[in-house]
């Protein structure tokens, strides 16, 4: 039973365009949403944050929206470059974030030039 | 070391071995977690320690599954038995404490993962 489910396994974008990745949640207690971005080899670093008292947060080239009547979040990055090719995993917690987390089977994203 | 630190990098063990994987969190850090990665899945979430006590093991598979942590920083996983399915990545993240039911950051950051192959 997935709690977070990320259903597109990859998506390709040309370098400059936006990046969309989303994340579909089903638990109504989780209250904060994490985006890591992953490179082969190496663990997950963390990217953008929202907690549930907000639907967007912005930093930088990045934006993460959430809709929580839709239990839905989406991550923004414009402009794509290069350097953003990665698997993404959008992660949920409750109770502030304080306990583990829970991860979606990410979105390997790729910036063709 | 500036981020976590996990040993070893890669494990290739025998069906019925007993293993042990180490995590050295980033200093100062009171919570740490460990997760496991099998293949095309996404991490799942296996214990937290908050300081030296384990307030939650529910992600634990199996009682073949154990952890522990010492002193507040270093923590052993460890897998007895080791059977095919526990191939995996194994990943460990620490972070600073935040008061539980506050809607406030808590970012883990990850070590660079234990790559556990059972023959």
């Known amino acids: 039973d997935q709690q977070v489910k990320q259903n597109s396994p990859s998506l390709s974008v040309q370098e400059g365009r936006i990046s969309i990745l989303n994340c579909d949640y089903t638990?109504?207690?989780?209250?904060?949403f994490l985006w890591y971005k992953k490179y082969p080899a190496e663990g997950p670093t963390f990217l953008i944050s929202?907690?549930?008292?907000?639907d967007k947060n912005e930093d930088g080239r990045f934006t993460v929206f959430l809709n929580k009547s839709a239990k839905h979040l989406s991550l923004h990055i414009v402009p794509s470059q290069p350097g953003d090719s990665a698997v993404y995993f959008c992660?949920?917690?409750?109770?502030?974030?304080?306990?583990?987390?829970?991860f979606g089977k990410g979105t390997h994203l790729i910036i063709q030039p | 070391g500036a981020g976590v630190s996990q040993s070893p990098s890669n494990k290739v063990t025998e069906k019925g071995k007993d293993v042990e994987l180490r995590c050295d969190p980033i200093?100062?850090?009171?919570?740490l977690y460990w997760y496991r990665q099998s293949l095309g899945q996404g991490l799942e979430f296996l214990i937290y320690f908050q300081g030296n006590s384990a307030p939650d093991k529910s992600g634990l598979p199996s009682d073949r599954f154990s952890a522990e942590r010492t002193g507040g920083s270093v923590s052993t996983l460890t897998i007895q038995r080791t059977q095919q399915e526990d191939s995996a990545v194994y990943l460990c993240a620490s972070s600073t404490p935040r008061d539980r039911g506050s809607i406030a950051k808590n970012i883990q950051y990850f070590g660079a993962g234990t790559r556990l192959s059972v023959l």
């Open positions: 992660a949920a917690a409750s109770g502030g974030g304080a306990d583990g987390l829970t």
């Open positions: 200093s100062g850090h009171t919570a």
């Open positions: 638990n109504s207690m989780f209250d904060y």
């Open positions: 929202i907690s549930s008292i907000k």
